[in-house]
């Protein structure tokens, strides 16, 4: 989790550090003739043969701007990935608005709500919303319900997946970045997975909770959902497969993680900058039109 949130980290920011370290260098300034040798140069430096006009010269065909083209087909890839997001934010956030604030004992204290328009728990930001259904819990579906979320809480989960899909929508047409979300989404799961089992120390029963819970589906589209029926069933082939659980990590590891990554990324960002840039003539040259010679 900590190695892709740091690569998500600096795909976010390769715009940015391309054009702060860019370094046009142009073509001319480029010390080739006298790298070459003599004859060669004066090979590449003869001039053209002269062009001899037809008598019927064909109509110009106009090149296809594959460079525009691109540029749109980009434009709306991200845009429509833009948009599903923003509505998707949107209708998440009117449902946390309609949520109603609810204060027991066992939510010590944090933003838990209860919404009708949920059918698993769903974490929005730092609020908890729950189903109507969470008064049919007993003790441990509540606790092993609030440390999963907790934990999605405690990691900042839900705005590192939105920072993913943000990334998404501005790479979709590289798969990596799809595949990242999906990557980091499963790895907050499985971490907070990890973090339910620890405080009811029962995988059976707690691989039996998200059975339950992925026979439904949640209609919020931006917060993060407990379970998902596309990733429930791999989550508890793991959770039934595992005898052990992660360790969090300490200040050396994340010391020995970024150590890593950096050098990839000053390397990446240094073979985008050095493009060279094409050279430009002040003044476009026009052959002289011929002259008939006069009897």
Not at 10 to 35: C, D, K, Q, R
Not at 61 to 81: K, N, Q, S
Not at 192 to 203: G, L, P, V
Not at 240 to 252: I, N
Request: proline share 7%; charged share 15%; glycine share 4%.
């Amino acid at each position: 989790m900590a190695i892709w949130q740091s690569v998500l980290a600096v795909s976010l920011l390769m715009p940015f550090l391309t054009g702060w370290t860019s370094l046009p260098v142009s073509a001319p300034a480029l010390p080739i003739p006298e790298a070459l040798p003599a004859g060669m140069v004066a090979f590449f430096a003869a001039p053209a043969l002269p062009v001899v006009p037809t008598a019927a010269a064909a109509a110009p065909i106009a090149p296809i701007d594959w460079r525009g083209a691109a540029t749109w087909i980009y434009v709306c890839g991200a845009a429509f990935l833009a948009l599903r997001l923003l509505v998707g934010a949107a209708l998440t956030w009117r449902l946390w608005r309609s949520a109603t604030p609810i204060c027991e004992d066992w939510t010590a204290g944090c933003d838990v709500r209860v919404s009708a328009r949920v059918d698993v728990p769903v974490t929005f930001g730092s609020t908890i919303v729950l189903p109507q259904s969470y008064v049919m819990w007993d003790a441990t579906q509540r606790r092993a319900v609030m440390a999963h979320e907790m934990c999605h809480i405690g990691g900042r989960d839900f705005y590192v997946l939105l920072l993913a899909a943000i990334n998404r929508a501005a790479f979709w047409f590289n798969p990596l970045a799809w595949w990242l979300n999906g990557r980091i989404a499963d790895l907050a799961e499985a971490r907070s997975d990890a973090a339910a089992i620890a405080d009811i120390e029962d995988r059976v029963r707690y691989a039996e909770i998200l059975l339950g819970f992925g026979s439904t589906m949640s209609r919020a589209m931006t917060a993060l959902a407990m379970a998902r029926k596309a990733t429930v069933g791999r989550r508890v082939e793991r959770i039934l497969a595992e005898t052990m659980l992660p360790e969090k990590m300490s200040w050396k590891a994340w010391s020995l993680v970024v150590a890593c990554i950096l050098p990839l990324a000053a390397i990446a960002v240094g073979a985008v900058a050095q493009t060279p840039n094409e050279p430009q003539s002040p003044t476009a040259r026009t052959p002289a039109p011929a002259r008939s010679a006069s009897t």
